[in-house]
């Protein structure tokens, strides 16, 4: 079973929709969690870190249930420009380590016009 | 902000070459982290270092080493290139918990 596992995707969907990603980890030691976004042939970026109470940013909320292992990024009023690839990542310690992350194999959103 | 810097975006090496890639990171950050990114298996850690001249191995390091001489510069070593090493490679570095920046990459093609 992966660490990290996410929607398959291809998420494809109309501008103006309400699309929603799901995630699950494995371990329940994790401590951190992230939605990153990646667009063709960039680097990852971080878009916004998970936190318990659900938190929110302009259109996108972020979601975290630790008892079922699972979080969810919502995207609301969707724009051509959210078209890209969003990744699942979960902080998790491993013999003392700090600070390494576990990332999903991502989920890619296609907004058409 | 943070600036992680990659010395190629792209290369090609033959089989059997001795591969350097090179990641600088400007902010004083005491982690960095090399991935691979490749198709259907996203990104996965080959090698980390918390420290000047500490390092750990990630979940892939075979064929791989790394030099931590100096704080601000991570080095990835092909010890002998192989056609299974070409991919995206991703340098990052971190402070503490928080999230990771990430290079702009280096697609390594080993013909």
């Known amino acids: 079973r992966k660490e990290v596992e996410q929607d398959p995707g291809p998420f494809n969907v109309p501008e103006g929709a309400t699309v929603a990603f799901n995630c699950t980890y494995s371990?329940?030691?994790?401590?951190?969690f992230f939605w990153y976004r990646q667009d063709c042939r960039k680097e990852p970026k971080l878009l916004m870190s998970?936190?318990?109470s659900g938190n929110e940013d302009g259109r996108f909320t972020a979601q975290l249930n630790r008892a079922s292992q699972y979080i969810s990024l919502l995207i609301r009023d969707s724009k051509l420009s959210d078209s890209a690839t969003y990744l699942c990542?979960?902080?998790?310690?491993?013999?003392?380590?700090?600070?390494?992350?576990?990332f999903g194999t991502g989920t890619l959103l296609a907004v058409q016009p | 902000d943070v600036k992680v810097t990659q010395s190629s975006r792209y290369l090609v090496k033959r089989t059997g070459e001795k591969v350097f890639l090179e990641c600088v990171q400007d902010?004083?950050?005491?982690?960095m982290f090399w991935y691979r990114q490749d198709p259907g298996l996203g990104l996965r850690l080959i090698y980390f270092?918390?420290?000047?001249?500490?390092?750990e191995k990630g979940d892939i390091p075979e064929g791989y080493s790394v030099s931590r001489e100096k704080k601000e510069r991570f080095s990835l070593i092909l010890e002998s290139a192989s056609t299974n090493q070409t991919s995206m490679y991703l340098c990052?570095?971190?402070?503490?918990?928080?999230?990771?920046?990430f290079g702009s990459g280096t697609r390594l093609t080993v013909v």
């Open positions: 371990n329940s030691a994790s401590q951190s």
């Open positions: 998970v936190y318990s």
């Open positions: 270092s918390y420290d000047v001249k500490m390092k």
């Open positions: 990052a570095s971190s402070e503490g918990s928080g999230g990771y920046t």
């Open positions: 990542v979960v902080n998790t310690p491993r013999g003392g380590a700090t600070n390494k992350l576990i």
């Open positions: 902010m004083d950050h005491e982690n």
